[in-house]
């Protein structure tokens, strides 16, 4: 099984980016998936999950900025990110929970089953 992110990068405040994960080597549609994020001293948080009827989550801090969505026929997760602040700079990892519908954010953390590598996102002010 592999998870790959792309598209991060450096981008000055009030700024777009998207994320993708690209997934080989699980029944995608089984999964709920998630987006991540870590930030230099801080804990790992929740962003955005979807699940396989694409109901979505957001944590608080993002909602309304940014939005999940995925491709089952090409296994890709994305996550558009608008409108960016300093305070999104983080390394940024897709997680698939082999469950539907989502678990809250702190347990699809502890039960997800596979994780990327991670993309960095800098937001400049």
């Known amino acids: 099984v592999q998870l790959v992110e792309s598209g991060g990068g450096s981008i000055q405040a009030g700024g777009s980016l998207r994320l993708s994960c690209a997934v080989s080597?699980?029944?995608?549609?089984?999964?709920?998936m998630g987006w991540f994020r870590q930030a230099p001293g801080k804990e790992r948080e929740g962003v955005a999950a979807?699940?396989?009827?694409?109901?979505?989550m957001y944590a608080n801090s993002v909602k309304g900025r940014f939005i999940i969505s995925k491709a089952n026929a090409k296994n890709v997760l994305y996550l558009q990110m608008n409108s960016l602040e300093p305070e999104d700079t983080a390394m940024y990892y897709c997680?698939?929970?082999?469950?539907?519908?989502?678990?809250?954010?702190?347990?699809?953390?502890?039960?997800?089953?596979?994780w990327g590598q991670g993309t960095q996102v800098t937001v400049a002010s």
């Open positions: 997680a698939a929970e082999p469950t539907f519908p989502c678990s809250p954010f702190q347990v699809m953390a502890s039960r997800a089953a596979y």
């Open positions: 080597g699980l029944t995608f549609r089984s999964y709920c």
């Open positions: 979807i699940d396989n009827y694409a109901s979505t």
